[in-house]
């Protein structure tokens, strides 16, 4: 059964640093997500993306944030300045139309 | 404001013992509810949608139904697997997001 994966799956960065997310949606699917959730809280939408742009994105999505497909089977979440708030999960998921599935997710640690 | 709520916070049933979880919500517009499973430290992994009042879908012991302001994900005879914690999630039209509950956190004893 076709999944979404996700590398890697822990991330430890230092404050200040610029980490990239990488995610590969299932094959078929042309809509891509970003979601984070920290520890005990919510899951929470960052992003979404079609058609080689972002089609909506919330108010945690700011300038630090970025999106890309680089290529025809990747899709990255870069936070170009890190900080302490951003430690978190991040889901990528993708979706053919209405069901959105996610991947396993990246903890990433911002010390 | 579109929002989500989940209850209980958290559901302790012993194996065989059956119960519901609820999920109310207010939107503006529905178009679709969602329920998923979550592990600890793992991905949403996805169980059911629901797009109409009086919608019910069913998968092995869970049981999933709608109404125009919550839906029920029904437990038939847990077992100790079904430990996990249950999202809904909710997707208003002209919205691409998905807005989620905080979750009921079941636990199932033998």
């Known amino acids: 059964e076709p999944e979404v994966t996700q590398t890697p799956s822990h991330q430890v960065t230092q404050m200040g640093q610029e980490v990239i997310l990488r995610c590969v949606p299932i094959s078929n699917h042309l809509y891509f997500y970003w979601y984070r959730q920290i520890l005990g809280q919510k899951v929470e939408f960052l992003v979404s993306?079609?058609?080689?742009?972002?089609?909506?994105k919330s108010e945690i999505f700011d300038d630090q944030f970025s999106v890309e497909r680089p290529d025809g089977s990747n899709f990255t979440l870069k936070i170009r300045s890190t900080k302490l708030e951003d430690s978190a999960m991040y889901f990528c998921?993708?979706?053919?139309?209405?069901?959105?599935?996610f991947g396993p997710g990246t903890r990433l640690l911002v010390l | 404001e579109d929002q989500v709520t989940q209850s209980p916070e958290a559901l302790r049933l012993q194996e065989g013992e059956s119960s519901s979880l609820n999920c109310s919500y207010t939107?503006?517009?529905?178009?679709?509810l969602f329920w998923y499973r979550q592990d600890p430290g793992k991905g949403p992994e996805f169980l059911f949608t629901?797009?109409?009042a009086g919608e019910e879908k069913e998968k092995e012991r869970l049981k999933a139904t709608l109404t125009k302001k919550e839906s029920f994900l029904h437990i038939t005879a847990p077992k100790p697997e079904d430990s996990a914690t249950y999202l809904c999630?909710?997707?208003?039209?002209?919205?691409?997001?998905?807005?989620f509950g905080t979750g009921t956190r079941l636990q199932v004893f033998p």
């Open positions: 939107v503006s517009g529905l178009r679709g």
């Open positions: 999630a909710v997707a208003p039209y002209n919205t691409d997001k998905l807005i």
């Open positions: 998921a993708s979706s053919s139309r209405q069901t959105q599935y």
């Open positions: 629901l797009y109409s």
């Open positions: 993306f079609y058609n080689n742009e972002i089609s909506e």
